[in-house]
């Protein structure tokens, strides 16, 4: 980990810039390893401060998910609604903590045959630079 | 159940009028219209009469006038058109559970010592956006940093709270199709009820207007065979269907509390407030369990504890159907059936007026309406009504009724209020 990544703040405009450069970029707290897929300056379970960025692999399962019709201004601008749903819900990582992540490379008209703990992946090309959700695709 | 801390009011806090605006769609009433018409229907409904001026304090849930209204600061607004001023008033915020949350402050303003007389209420004007903007109005509700960013809607939030528990357990759609129909016959007999129909009624009427406009009449077998339809009953986030979520409502509510050893002065039917509990929860990237919310659980554990009773001494119980899911999982939260029981428990009617464990009599959020600033405490004022024998061709045929429950979530379990309320 380099001195410049170490240097920069917990926020959600870091994790958010990291994404942007190809990094998937978590925060793990040094005193008793709780990983964390959200920017968080303190861990909000053992309430230590001593947190560092802990490089996240983007490997995944699909614990839970939901297949939009009604989607909210910003998905509709990319052409999503009642006759393009998309998938979006929460994925198990690797490394244990849960995140909300929309899933592409599904068939959202047909949710029915997305199977449950289906493996995803990170989808760093399909994170869009204005609007940077974070994207997770089949494995 | 949760353990938790016993913790007792100071002194006891008793509930002794209620009011209700009508709930529905209201183009040209705004939040302060709707409030004044819930207060007045609170003035007519208590035996003794009351005056703004006897009022010596007020709480007050809205969510988001902000946004749906461009009206910030609320509380004052209402306290001078109800001629309040200048009693203090503050507004509470806490998504859909804002007047839950009042009403909570209410009580522990009495209880105190500082105040006798508190009005607490919630009123939200939501119909002035078209649905998608209230779609993000509600958004706004969710992390708007890690949620948000994924295209997480509320109904899809609820969504997915559905599929995890349709993999974990024996849910299926017809389960959540059924919350819905039950409500609707509730909904059908409340005055103020924003849809007072069934849905047999809503897909008979949909057969007439085709038969009128000479269109093919679509042959539904029955109102889960109408549910089913998706011409009838679209997507809105799978496994959810239109019919699975509460509608978009203007309305208010407002609830007098005064200190128990003076309730008489105003009825001489108060209804106590047995047990109070709030908690917090967290996303649901970072919940517990994906079927569950946790705080819903610590809420009613404080309740019962304060209250001194458990789950099967509850009557009659308003829960937070925001979706139809929502109110199954209520239904195990709170300990009325075992975590997976609760689809079968409204397969098998137990939920129903008719059951051993009905769950809102008022309708619910889905045909009463919610107008999520108000629907905490119009959740308190139907389980009064339910206590006082007063809720019409609704009431509980139940002459041991003696304890009803309420149970406010705002967000996906970011906040959750309980209360228990008890008869005399």
Same mark, same amino acid.
């Given at each position: 980990?380099?001195?410049?990544?170490?240097?920069?703040?917990?926020?959600?405009?870091?994790?958010?810039?990291?994404?942007?450069?190809?990094?998937?970029?978590?925060?793990?707290?040094?005193?008793?390893?709780?990983?964390?897929?959200?920017?968080?300056?303190?861990?909000?379970?053992?309430?230590?401060?001593?947190?560092?960025?802990?490089?996240?692999?983007?490997?995944?399962?699909?614990?839970?998910?939901?297949?939009?019709?009604?989607?909210?201004?910003?998905?509709?601008?990319?052409?999503?609604?009642?006759?393009?749903?998309?998938?979006?819900?929460?994925?198990?990582?690797?490394?244990?903590?849960?995140?909300?992540?929309?899933?592409?490379?599904?068939?959202?008209?047909?949710?029915?045959?997305?199977?449950?703990?289906?493996?995803?992946?990170?989808?760093?090309?399909?994170?869009?630079?204005?609007?940077?959700?974070?994207?997770?695709?089949?494995? | @159940?949760?353990?938790?801390?016993?913790?007792?009011?100071?002194?006891?806090?008793?509930?002794?009028?209620?009011?209700?605006?009508? %709930?529905?769609?209201?183009?040209?009433?705004?939040?302060?219209?709707?409030?004044?018409?819930? %207060?007045?229907?609170?003035?007519?409904?208590?035996?003794?009469?009351?005056?703004?001026?006897?009022?010596?304090?007020?709480?007050?849930?809205?969510?988001?006038?902000?946004?749906? $209204?461009?009206?910030?600061?609320?509380? *004052?607004?209402?306290?001078? &058109?109800?001629?309040?001023?200048?009693?203090?008033?503050?507004?509470?915020?806490?998504? +859909?559970?804002?007047?839950?949350?009042?009403?909570?402050?209410?009580? @522990? =303003?009495?209880?105190?010592?500082?105040?006798?007389?508190?009005?607490?209420?919630?009123?939200?004007? @939501?119909?002035?956006?078209?649905?998608?903007?209230?779609?993000?109005?509600?958004?706004?509700?969710?992390?708007?940093?890690?949620?948000?960013?994924?295209?997480?809607?509320? *109904?899809?939030?609820?969504?997915?709270?559905?599929? #995890?528990?349709?993999?974990?357990?024996?849910?299926?759609?017809? /389960?959540?199709?059924?919350?819905?129909?039950?409500?609707?016959?509730?909904?059908?007999?409340?005055?103020?009820?924003?849809?007072?129909?069934?849905?047999?009624?809503? @897909?008979?009427?949909?057969?007439?207007?085709?038969?009128?406009?000479?269109?093919?009449?679509?042959? &539904?077998?029955?109102?889960?065979?109408?549910?089913?339809?998706?011409?009838?009953?679209? &997507?809105?986030? &799978?496994?959810?269907?239109?019919?699975?979520?509460?509608?978009?409502?203007?309305?208010?509510?407002?609830?007098?509390?005064?200190?128990?050893?003076?309730?008489?002065?105003?009825?001489?039917?108060?209804?106590?407030?047995?047990?109070?509990?709030? #908690?917090?929860?967290?996303?649901? /990237?970072?919940?517990?369990?994906?079927?569950?919310?946790?705080?819903?659980?610590?809420?009613? !554990?404080?309740?019962? $504890?304060? =209250?001194?009773?458990?789950?099967?001494?509850?009557?009659?119980?308003?829960?937070?159907?925001? %979706?139809?899911? !929502?109110?199954?999982?209520?239904?195990?939260?709170?300990?009325?059936?075992? *975590?997976?029981?609760?689809?079968?428990?409204?397969? $098998?009617?137990?939920?129903?007026?008719?059951?051993?464990? *009905?769950?809102?009599?008022?309708?619910?959020?889905?045909?009463?309406? /919610?107008?999520?600033?108000?629907?905490?405490?119009?959740?308190?004022?139907?389980?009064?009504?339910?206590?006082?024998?007063?809720?019409? $061709?609704?009431?509980?045929?139940?002459?041991?009724?003696?304890?009803?429950?309420? /149970?406010?979530?705002?967000?996906?379990?970011?906040? +959750?209020?309980?209360?228990?309320?008890?008869?005399?």
């Amino acid at each position: 980990m380099t001195t410049e990544t170490e240097s920069r703040p917990f926020t959600a405009a870091s994790f958010y810039a990291f994404l942007k450069e190809g990094r998937f970029m978590g925060v793990r707290c040094r005193e008793n390893g709780n990983i964390y897929a959200e920017a968080r300056p303190l861990d909000p379970v053992s309430h230590s401060r001593d947190m560092e960025w802990h490089e996240l692999s983007g490997r995944a399962t699909l614990s839970a998910f939901t297949c939009i019709s009604v989607a909210p201004a910003s998905l509709e601008a990319k052409g999503y609604g009642r006759n393009n749903p998309y998938c979006t819900g929460i994925v198990t990582l690797a490394e244990g903590p849960r995140i909300s992540a929309r899933i592409s490379g599904v068939d959202a008209a047909n949710p029915q045959n997305i199977p449950v703990n289906l493996a995803v992946t990170l989808a760093f090309d399909e994170i869009d630079g204005d609007d940077p959700g974070l994207v997770f695709r089949p494995a | @159940m949760a353990t938790v801390r016993s913790r007792r009011l100071a002194r006891p806090v008793s509930i002794v009028g209620a009011g209700l605006s009508q %709930f529905g769609a209201y183009p040209g009433k705004t939040s302060r219209d709707l409030f004044v018409e819930a %207060f007045q229907d609170l003035q007519d409904t208590i035996d003794q009469g009351i005056s703004a001026q006897d009022i010596e304090a007020g709480y007050l849930g809205n969510y988001s006038a902000d946004l749906f $209204e461009h009206q910030g600061h609320t509380a *004052p607004i209402m306290a001078d &058109w109800l001629g309040m001023t200048p009693t203090p008033i503050t507004r509470v915020e806490n998504a +859909c559970a804002s007047s839950g949350s009042a009403l909570r402050e209410g009580v @522990m =303003a009495i209880a105190s010592g500082m105040y006798d007389v508190v009005l607490v209420g919630g009123v939200e004007k @939501m119909t002035s956006l078209p649905t998608e903007g209230v779609t993000d109005v509600l958004a706004s509700a969710a992390d708007g940093l890690y949620e948000v960013p994924a295209g997480l809607t509320f *109904p899809g939030i609820f969504g997915a709270i559905a599929k #995890a528990h349709m993999d974990r357990y024996e849910t299926n759609l017809n /389960h959540l199709l059924k919350v819905g129909i039950k409500n609707h016959e509730n909904g059908k007999l409340n005055p103020k009820a924003q849809f007072r129909q069934t849905v047999r009624d809503m @897909m008979e009427r949909r057969r007439a207007r085709a038969e009128q406009r000479g269109e093919p009449v679509p042959e &539904w077998d029955d109102e889960l065979d109408f549910l089913n339809d998706a011409r009838a009953n679209p &997507w809105i986030a &799978w496994p959810l269907r239109l019919y699975d979520c509460a509608p978009i409502t203007d309305g208010a509510s407002c609830v007098l509390l005064v200190a128990s050893d003076i309730a008489n002065q105003f009825t001489d039917r108060p209804v106590g407030v047995a047990g109070i509990g709030q #908690a917090t929860g967290r996303p649901l /990237h970072d919940a517990e369990e994906l079927t569950s919310l946790s705080a819903a659980k610590i809420a009613a !554990a404080q309740a019962y $504890e304060m =209250a001194g009773i458990g789950p099967d001494d509850v009557g009659v119980a308003e829960v937070h159907d925001c %979706f139809t899911i !929502a109110e199954i999982v209520a239904s195990e939260d709170l300990g009325f059936f075992a *975590p997976g029981e609760g689809p079968h428990a409204v397969d $098998e009617g137990r939920t129903a007026r008719t059951g051993d464990r *009905p769950i809102n009599t008022s309708g619910g959020l889905k045909s009463k309406g /919610h107008p999520v600033g108000a629907s905490g405490v119009a959740q308190v004022i139907e389980v009064y009504k339910q206590l006082r024998g007063e809720a019409g $061709e609704r009431q509980l045929d139940n002459p041991n009724l003696e304890f009803g429950l309420t /149970h406010n979530v705002g967000g996906t379990g970011g906040t +959750c209020v309980v209360n228990v309320l008890q008869r005399g």
